[in-house]
C-alpha cells in the first residue's frame, strides 16, 4: 500500500463556511478512501471514490479524484463546529500489502 | 457488540516487559488489520489478517512484534522486550472481507476500534 499526503496539515474557518483539503499520492490506485479522527469517535470511514470516478457526494461531502494528477480533494460544505477533526486519505493500490496506510493528515479546526 | 472493541484501552507497562493488546472485530468480518499510530504521525499498517492466516506481515516493525488470530475473530498483538519508541495508540479495525478487487467489487470499508495507548515508561 502506499501513503497519501494530506494539505495542508492544519486547517482552521469559521463555522458555515467550507473547508477544502487535498490529498496526493504516488502510484496508480484502485481505490481511494478519506477517513476522520476525532477523540470522540475514533477513526471513521467517510467515503470511498474508485479510480474511474470523478466526483462524489456524501451529505455535506464532496470528494473529486484527478488519476492524472494522483489528487484528491475532500470539500466540506457548510461547515460545523462538530466536523473539527483530523481527515486521512488512504489511497489503495489492491496489490501487495492489504493495510492502508495512512499520512499524518489534515488537523481541521472550525471555529464558533 | 456492534462495532470494533480493544482492550485494555491504556495500558502503562515498564521497558523490556511483555505486553498483549487484544482486538474484537465485528462479527462476520474476515479481514482484521493492525495499525499503529504515533504521536504527532499518521496510521502505521502492521498487519493483516483474512480468516487465521496473515498473508501481509509486511509492516511489522521487528521481531519483537507477533500476532495470532483464533477461530477467525479474536486477534491478539503481542509485544516483547517491550522499548520506549513502542510507546503509541494501537488501533484494529476490521472489514467484511480482505481488500482485493476484481471486476467491479469494491473493497469495503474498514471499521475501526477506539484503539489501545500504550506508554512505555
Known amino acids: 500500500s502506499q501513503q497519501g499526503e494530506e494539505d495542508p496539515q492544519a486547517l482552521s474557518i469559521q463555522e458555515g463556511e467550507n473547508a477544502t483539503m487535498n490529498c496526493s499520492y504516488k502510484?496508480?490506485?484502485?481505490?481511494l478512501q478519506w477517513y476522520r479522527q476525532n477523540s470522540g469517535r475514533g477513526l471513521v470511514h467517510l467515503i470511498l471514490?474508485?479510480?474511474?470516478?470523478r466526483e462524489k457526494h456524501s451529505g455535506r461531502l464532496r470528494v473529486t479524484l484527478d488519476t492524472s494528477k494522483k489528487s484528491s480533494s475532500l470539500l466540506i460544505t457548510a461547515s460545523r463546529a462538530a466536523d473539527t477533526a483530523s481527515y486521512f486519505c488512504?489511497?489503495?493500490?489492491?496489490?501487495?500489502?492489504?493495510?492502508?496506510?495512512f499520512g499524518k493528515g489534515t488537523h481541521l479546526i472550525i471555529q464558533p | 457488540g456492534a462495532g470494533v472493541s480493544q482492550s485494555p484501552s491504556n495500558k502503562v507497562t515498564e521497558k523490556g516487559k511483555d505486553v498483549e493488546l487484544r482486538c474484537d472485530p465485528i462479527?462476520?468480518?474476515?479481514?482484521l488489520y493492525w495499525y499503529r499510530q504515533s504521536l504527532g504521525q499518521g496510521l502505521e499498517f502492521l498487519i493483516y489478517?483474512?480468516?487465521?492466516?496473515?498473508?501481509?506481515k509486511s509492516g511489522l516493525p521487528s521481531d519483537r512484534f507477533s500476532a495470532e488470530r483464533t477461530g477467525g475473530s479474536v486477534s491478539t498483538l503481542t509485544i516483547q522486550r517491550t522499548q520506549q519508541e513502542d510507546s503509541a495508540v494501537y488501533l484494529c479495525?476490521?472489514?467484511?472481507?480482505?481488500?482485493?478487487?476484481?471486476?467491479?467489487?469494491?473493497?469495503?470499508?474498514?471499521?475501526f476500534g477506539p484503539g489501545t495507548r500504550l506508554t512505555v515508561l
Open positions: 479495525a476490521s472489514s467484511l472481507r480482505n481488500g482485493r478487487t476484481s471486476g467491479t467489487s469494491s473493497y469495503n470499508e474498514q471499521f
Open positions: 502510484t496508480s490506485i484502485n481505490n
Open positions: 471514490i474508485r479510480s474511474n470516478e
Open positions: 488512504a489511497p489503495f493500490s489492491g496489490g501487495g500489502a492489504d493495510g492502508l496506510t
Open positions: 462479527s462476520g468480518h474476515t479481514a
Open positions: 489478517f483474512q480468516g487465521n492466516s496473515a498473508p501481509d
